[in-house]
């Protein structure tokens, strides 16, 4: 049956419902979002002599919910005005209307008594043959579908979304005995292509997989700090990103979800769980029973292991629990000699050889918490997935660590570590010796650019199902074609090759630039297509500040102007060269970054794209090519009739503000992307992506482009207004009188310098503009102070 998704309906517009709702929204499914109606009229209810009939009652707890999610932060939807997608009602009025949806989502109260009487009320409208299915992240879904028609239970299944589902890539597909296969097939392609997730089908086991696997690591980390006696900032320091973990580490995470949160799955499983060997972990210690008790449960309330406060100067100062005391006191620096060691160590993989072997508390620490959690791992199999890749896939996706527990084990050595392991009083379950034994030293290997996984019952390496269509970049190293210390040039197969760069924050120094030159070389010579783009967190933070500085301290603005020029050169190679070029921007793109997006011949950007030129910020503006390149799309787009001035102001104050899109959509919004750029949900595609686009744009008969010598300037008319408008902005105190210098000096770029009138200029005539002013500010004080700001502190100045 061919399938198709128009119309979702979402009952239950809370936290997660009202989010779902947003992320369906944001890749253009039309969706009815449903509540219960109020039973009580509010005061000011009351007031105005509405009644329990009226509308605006009947809605008043989907529209509360749902305005206080729009208001969210981060936002749920790539777009504010994708909130148009999304209409409003409730049960009462509205349960008739899902007979018109293709999809129901339950999304109710975790009580499997009131999804009953959802569900009851919902087969009195639904469809025949359309999806029904279940956000629950603790119910065992097959209790769900007892009692339930044939149909419905055929097209039934848990479909577990995280939070927030935007930006969380968790999808957990859980069927019941008597899910349709088909349908299960469709949701798990759907979920990957459609929804940007990575889709893990689990079994109806207690919590699924990632939360079971999670929440065990978060406890164990816990009982490992207690044999230690470390504190609560020493653990956020060891489990945060030194091991591929978000920021928020271990009790930040907490207190952002909130602890009661966690101490209710915790409790249920460890009541679901009287047979699992690890049960005890989910037991709540006495200190944090003593924080739910005291509801002390994080962000929601105020505090948690963390507390905010305001100190003597108005200042705010965040405060870390004392566990033993119970006081908040300070945040200390936790320092330990194995972090010291490893900070030159960029290779995740490789970092954790030198953790694992620290010979101080945090060696202890990983060696006790990790190896608890392989232990526990490996026990878990086949009893909540068949597949090892699975646990990995599910924890990765839903709790954002960069590589999962087989992976990590992996990395360590599978077998040194087992031995380890046996000496700490842990031991992994029979089939891990059994694939030692078998002469298999690793979970996973990389064969014809695919890595596989041991698969247990066939004691055999298998290719991850769903990832064929996939490319990995880091899986070919055997179709490397070219190198140097910070980038690279990879055949992708059928005529295309990717430029990847792997620098600190992916700035783009000369060791990048020079790839980028020899990847245009190699492929205007031996290909038909280039992709520019690599599969780290962010795509650039832009140039390397670091040695601009250092050139502007020692006035050296001859090396300036070179390496300003050699880069402007690069982004036009970028656009004029003989075969395709697609920029595969994602995650934060910014200054360099973004100019290197805008000479793209397609942009195959991440729907997470956070772009902008934001050089303003440090004193100088876009000097690739991003202050000329919005000129000129400003006056490629005019029309007989246009007022030239008010689309040259909005690109002009896109650069002058340092704007960022905070996604895709709002970047083809602000015109960074063109009508023809396109957007992959899935990360995970992108690469593939990029190169079918280049291979359609060669396969086309593409044909390099002319450099343009017709780009509309307004000349010393659009100074003038330019120049009124700044002026303004600084005698109202809203800019300060460097940043009205900056501003000044981006308008004479977009306005073409000292010209008498309106005319026609090239393209190399305003990055000869471009480059001269961000040379010139380069010799300012307050410039040189906002670099400095930057590289030492990380945070901007503005003087």
Not at 96 to 105: F, L, Q, S, V
Not at 543 to 553: D, E, K, Q, S, T
Not at 729 to 742: E, T
Request: aromatic share 8%.
């Amino acid at each position: 049956m061919n399938r198709t998704i128009r119309k979702v309906a979402v009952l239950g517009s809370g936290i997660m419902g009202s989010r779902i709702a947003c992320h369906f929204a944001n890749i253009g499914v039309e969706v009815l979002l449903l509540d219960i109606a109020p039973k009580e009229l509010t005061e000011e209810e009351k007031k105005k002599n509405l009644t329990l009939d009226s509308p605006a009652v009947k809605n008043r707890i989907v529209q509360s919910s749902f305005d206080s999610t729009l208001k969210s932060n981060p936002a749920p939807l790539y777009d504010k005005r994708f909130a148009s997608r999304i209409r409003l009602g409730n049960f009462t009025d509205d349960m008739a209307k899902i007979k018109d949806y293709d999809w129901t989502i339950e999304v109710v109260v975790e009580n499997l008594d009131i999804k009953k009487k959802v569900y009851t009320e919902v087969e009195k409208f639904r469809k025949p043959g359309t999806l029904i299915t279940s956000n629950t992240s603790g119910i065992p879904i097959h209790l769900m579908a007892e009692g339930r028609s044939d149909d419905f239970q055929k097209h039934f299944c848990g479909t577990h979304f995280f939070n927030p589902p935007r930006y969380l890539k968790l999808l957990e597909i859980i069927p019941t005995p008597k899910t349709d296969p088909e349908i299960v097939k469709f949701l798990m392609h759907y979920g990957d292509l459609y929804l940007g997730k990575t889709t893990v089908l689990c079994k109806d086991t207690p919590a699924f997989i990632a939360n079971r696997v999670g929440i065990y690591g978060i406890l164990k980390a816990v009982d490992s700090m207690r044999k230690l006696d470390l504190n609560i900032d020493e653990i956020d320091k060891l489990t945060g990103p030194v091991i591929g973990r978000p920021k928020s580490a271990t009790f930040r995470t907490s207190d952002v979800v909130g602890l009661d949160t966690l101490i209710k799955v915790a409790n249920g499983l460890y009541a679901g769980l009287p047979n699992d060997e690890g049960r005890e972990m989910f037991k709540m210690p006495e200190a944090i029973n003593k924080l739910e008790q005291n509801k002390w449960l994080g962000d929601k309330t105020g505090q948690g292991f963390y507390k905010k406060v305001k100190g003597a100067k108005g200042e705010s100062e965040i405060l870390t629990l004392d566990l033993k005391t119970f006081e908040y006191k300070p945040k200390a620096k936790a320092k330990f000699a194995t972090l010291e060691t490893t900070k030159t160590i960029d290779n995740l993989k490789e970092r954790f050889k030198v953790l694992f072997a620290g010979k101080d508390k945090a060696g202890e620490f990983y060696r006790d918490s990790f190896y608890g959690l392989f232990q526990y791992v490996s026990n878990r199999i086949p009893e909540i997935a068949d597949e090892l890749y699975k646990i990995d896939d599910a924890v990765c996706a839903g709790f954002g660590w960069e590589v999962g527990p087989f992976e990590t084990w992996d990395a360590v050595g599978v077998e040194q570590t087992v031995k380890n392991m046996e000496g700490m009083g842990y031991k992994p379950k029979q089939w891990v010796y059994d694939m030692l034994a078998s002469g298999n030293k690793s979970f996973y290997k990389v064969e014809g650019g695919q890595r596989k996984y041991y698969d247990i019952p066939s004691k055999s390496y298998k290719q991850i199902a769903g990832k064929e269509e996939f490319i990995i970049l880091e899986n070919l190293s055997d179709k490397i074609v070219w190198k140097n210390a910070e980038s690279k040039v990879t055949d992708l197969g059928d005529g295309v090759i990717n430029f990847s760069w792997h620098s600190k924050s992916y700035t783009l120094g000369s060791s990048v630039i020079e790839g980028l030159n020899k990847a245009v070389d190699l492929a205007e010579k031996n290909y038909r297509g280039l992709v520019v783009g690599h599969q780290g967190a962010d795509f650039s933070l832009g140039a390397n500040l670091g040695l601009v500085f250092m050139y502007a301290i020692e006035q050296d603005y001859d090396e300036i102007d070179f390496m300003v020029r050699a880069f402007q050169n690069s982004t036009m190679r970028l656009r004029y060269s003989s075969v395709p070029v697609v920029v595969c921007p994602q995650g934060r793109t910014l200054g360099g970054g973004c100019e290197m997006t805008l000479h793209a011949d397609i942009v195959q950007a991440a729907a997470e794209t956070y772009v902008g030129l934001v050089e303003v910020g440090v004193g100088l503006i876009p000097g690739g090519g991003g202050t000329k390149e919005f000129t000129k799309r400003v006056s490629d787009s005019l029309q007989e009739g246009d007022v030239e001035l008010n689309a040259l102001q909005n690109a002009f104050m896109n650069i002058a503000t340092a704007k960022v899109a905070l996604s895709a959509e709002e970047a083809r919004e602000m015109k960074i992307l063109r009508s023809h750029d396109r957007i992959s949900i899935n990360r995970d595609r992108q690469i593939a992506d990029a190169k079918q686009a280049a291979i359609e744009l060669a396969e086309a008969g593409y044909t390099m482009p002319l450099q343009a010598k017709n780009i509309k300037v307004q000349g010393r008319t659009g100074m003038a207004l330019f120049m009124a408008g700044v002026n303004g902005m600084r005698m109202g105190n809203y800019i300060s009188d460097h940043d009205a210098k900056i501003a000044m000096k981006i308008a004479n770029v977009m306005c073409g310098g000292d010209l008498t009138a309106p005319q026609e200029v090239s393209e190399q005539y305003l990055l000869d503009l471009e480059r001269e002013a961000f040379v010139s500010l380069c010799g300012e004080k307050k410039t040189l102070e906002r670099i400095q700001s930057i590289l030492t502190g990380g945070k901007p100045l503005r003087n």
